[in-house]
C-alpha cells in the first residue's frame, strides 16, 4: 500500500519562503510521475506543479510559474515543493499526489497524501 506523508507546512509572512516535503512508500517511487495540489479556503483543489519520472520535465500553475519549484530525490522516495516569495493567496492545505493522470495536470492521482498547511500572512 502506498503512502505519501507530507511535512514542511507552516505560517510565514508575505514575501517569504517556504519548501515542502513528501516521503513517498510502497511502491518504486523512481517509475511514476509526481506533482503538488492545493486547495484554499473556499475553493477546489487545483494543480500547482508535476514532474515526471526522471526530474528532467516539470509543468507549473501559471499562478505559480517563476515563484515555485518542485523536484524529486529518487535516492530519498521524497518530492519536495520549493516556495519562494509567497503571497496570502497561496495560503491553502497542500498536497501530494503519485500517478494517475498527474502529469496531465488532472487531479484524478492513484494515491494522494493527508496535506500540509500553509498560511502566508499580509
Known amino acids: 500500500q502506498v503512502q505519501l506523508v507530507e511535512s514542511g507546512g507552516g505560517l510565514v509572512q508575505a514575501g517569504g519562503s517556504l519548501r515542502l516535503s513528501c516521503a513517498a512508500s510502497?511502491?518504486?517511487?523512481?517509475?511514476?510521475?509526481m506533482g503538488w495540489f492545493r486547495q484554499g479556503p473556499g475553493k477546489e483543489r487545483e494543480f500547482v506543479g508535476t514532474?515526471?519520472?526522471?526530474?528532467?520535465?516539470?509543468y507549473y500553475a501559471d499562478s505559480v510559474k517563476g515563484r515555485f519549484t518542485i523536484s524529486r530525490d529518487n535516492a530519498k522516495n521524497t518530492l519536495y515543493l520549493q516556495m519562494n516569495n509567497l503571497k496570502p493567496e497561496d495560503t491553502a492545505v497542500y498536497y501530494c499526489?503519485?500517478?494517475?493522470?498527474?502529469?496531465?495536470?488532472?487531479?484524478?492521482?492513484?494515491?494522494w497524501g493527508q496535506g500540509t498547511q500553509v498560511t502566508v500572512s499580509s
Open positions: 499526489a503519485q500517478g494517475g493522470d498527474v502529469y496531465n495536470r488532472g487531479t484524478r492521482p492513484d494515491y
Open positions: 510502497g511502491r518504486t517511487f523512481s517509475s511514476y510521475a
Open positions: 514532474i515526471n519520472w526522471n526530474g528532467r520535465s516539470t
